[in-house]
């Protein structure tokens, strides 16, 4: 038997809906009309009268007859990516989940002689929102790192800091892992995997537990494990970003004053003076594999697990 369910994350007001801001936060809150201006020919000084109005301040005097209002509407980068996946449950129930976006449009009109105020509601129309990630940011002309942790090792004070060029990826996307140690003795190889999880009540799905040994298990699943690299001594100490190699670096990439948040400063976390040895590591992500979703309780993560023959490296 398949149990079937449905939930539509938005909280009633009153006679509207609106998104629970603990679960989404999708209110557009700058949006640039300059190129709606350009297209539609419209005077430059259209949006100084009231810009919470945008694109149109209004009003707008219609002749009579069908018209055809375009709107803009911003999709903020907290929404989620529309996408179907299939899960079992602990328990042999399966589910079908079907995540989506829809917009629906407001308009307030009213008789040029004067009178009562109409308001105008359209259906719910469906969106495709397509899953994208920014790019690492750029200081002087190179990529940054996409995520950097520095983990203390149980071996004389030493110390591994683990650079992933990238955090946004795609399906048959490359994962590129760099470590470095400042002992040369404490780490002496490593290897990754990639991890899904899954979290999805309804049918016992949960994501709040950790495996550290293979298994099966319908929450957690082991997309990919390269195969161990051995430290080298003779490396280069400065870490290169291959990003460029697809996306050559831009100027809106750009950090200000070309300086990274502490925490995302490798050499700030490791001098690259003190670095010893050093591998890289690679994973694919499966053509298969579908969007990071975070809605609500419904949960779809990926994990990157870096670990060597003494140490785990979380």
Known sequence: QVDSFKREIVSSTGNANKRDPRRYEAITEIWDGDNLIESHQLPEDCFDQDY????????????????????????P????????????????QKAEVNHHTCVSVQVDAQPASGGALLTLLSDKLPLEVVSCGGLPPVVNGSYAPGCVQLVKLDY??????????KKHLLPKDTIRITIYTDNKNAVHGAYAELISSTNLPEIGLSDSSDVIME????????????SKQRMKHKFNRAFVSRVGDTFPPS??????????????????????????????????????????IEAGENRIRYHVRVSTVAFHLP
């Open 215 to 226: 298994k099966k298990s319908p929450s957690i699943e082991l997309l990919d494990r390269c």
């Open 77 to 92: 980068p907290e929404v989620n990516p529309t996408v179907t996946y299939k899960r079992k449950g602990e328990h042999r």
């Open 251 to 292: 100027a809106t990439n750009n950090t200000p004053n070309g300086r990274l948040r502490p925490s995302m400063d490798d050499k700030r976390l490791m001098a690259e003076a003190n670095r010893k040895a050093a591998c890289t590591l690679e994973l694919k992500v499966p053509d298969t594999a579908e969007p990071s």
């Open 156 to 165: 004389k004070d030493a110390n591994a800091i683990i650079i992933v060029e």
């Open 52 to 75: 919470l109005e945008w694109p149109f301040a209004g009003p707008v005097v219609l002749s009579k007859g069908t018209h055809a209002i375009p709107f803009a509407v911003r999709i």
